[in-house]
């Protein structure tokens, strides 16, 4: 190779070099597992895409392949943001801020039995197979075990990875009772056609809400959380929030979580 070759071939790798590093790094954006990860993907990168184009910020979506994969990552600080609430967790409260919620109603936790079943009460699932969507999940495992055990009732805990999973076991009669949120609950029930009874709702949690590490410089996390907060009222994502069927994002402070924290001690102990 000739001398000016290589000394072109230097110029163009040195040039690709600088160009590489001009690129921001993405912020990485985890989600806790709540679908799975194919209905995951198809909603969330449409609104990091959304948000990416308001900040200039890029954002990529991460999560583990389990709930437990995915808390660990946070742990780790593996996300700069995370759509989550179980960062209040004894062993991770504290790093993580809040700075926005998922707008609408607050979520409860919901138990709930096909249409036609025989059981009406909390003590009618003594003994029975109650399909959880893990044992990390907040509304759909921790609320409700702190009511079965105020009831004294012991179940049968059969774990399905995720809400959807637990719903579909129900449909398919697998199990006599499922475990979700209030949220997905309709959705899915919507979409699936599934008919059901609810046996026990709880009290009212603020919905899950999105948390930023530290290190985020706060000229982003600012821009972040008024492009959330300002979606709901941007012509621009009018057509996404349709599409989604999704109430867009809330104002949230640390605080709202305090009844979250309180279970998790409760399930601590």
Aim: net charge positive.
């Amino acid at each position: 190779m000739s001398r000016p070759v290589r000394f072109v071939l230097a110029m163009f790798m040195a040039l690709a070099a600088q160009v590489h590093a001009a690129e921001p790094r993405p912020l990485v954006f985890g989600v806790l597992n709540q679908q799975s990860p194919v209905l995951t993907a198809e909603r969330w990168n449409p609104i990091l895409q959304y948000l990416s184009q308001v900040t200039g910020i890029p954002l990529q979506l991460r999560m583990g392949r389990t709930v437990q994969e995915t808390d660990a990552m946070m742990g780790r600080g593996e996300f700069d943001l995370a759509y989550t609430n179980h960062n209040f967790q004894t062993e991770f409260d504290g790093v993580y801020k809040v700075i926005a919620r998922w707008g609408g109603d607050p979520i409860r936790c919901v138990i709930v039995v096909p249409a036609g079943s025989p059981l009406k009460t909390m003590k009618d699932l003594q003994g029975k197979r109650l399909a959880f969507p893990s044992a990390d999940a907040f509304i759909a495992y921790a609320v409700p075990k702190v009511a079965l055990l105020s009831a004294a009732v012991k179940v049968e805990e059969v774990f399905a990875g995720n809400q959807e999973g637990a719903l579909a076991q129900l449909k398919a009669q697998q199990v006599e009772g499922a475990v979700v949120n209030s949220r997905f609950l309709v959705q899915y029930a919507q979409r699936e056609n599934l008919s059901y009874r609810e046996i026990f709702v709880s009290e009212a949690y603020a919905e899950l809400p999105i948390i930023v590490h530290p290190r985020v410089p706060k000229g982003q996390v600012d821009a972040l959380r008024r492009a959330l907060i300002g979606m709901q009222h941007d012509p621009r994502a009018t057509p996404l929030l349709l599409k989604l069927k999704f109430p867009g994002f809330e104002p949230a402070v640390d605080r709202e979580y305090d009844n979250v924290r309180r279970i998790y001690r409760v399930i601590g102990e």
